[in-house]
């Protein structure tokens, strides 16, 4: 699924316009952006949780030469599903 998909479903189940629906969209996913990135964790019950964790420094290598590589101190976006998400099958 992509963000289009995300959109037209928006049309399709409320009736507003494809313009308006695309707003809406980015409008949310700016926001969450924008929440990531000052470090605050988003929340969606039922779906999970978003959060910004430190990610490790150390050593690596490259896997096609076999040289070790430094892997810069850095933060990652975490998700973790929410009980709902996780009893699909």
Not at 1 to 28: H, Q, S, Y
Request: charged share 30%.
């Amino acid at each position: 699924m992509i963000k289009l998909d995300i959109i037209n479903e928006v049309v399709n189940r409320t009736g507003i316009t494809k313009t308006n629906a695309e707003k809406a969209v980015e409008t949310v996913f700016e926001t969450m952006k924008k929440a990531l990135a000052e470090g605050d964790r988003i929340e969606l019950r039922g779906f999970g949780i978003f959060n910004v964790r430190p990610r490790k420094t150390g050593i690596g290598r490259n896997p096609r030469t076999g040289a070790e590589v430094a892997i810069p101190p850095g933060k990652a976006v975490r998700f973790k599903p929410g009980k709902e998400l996780q009893t699909l099958q």
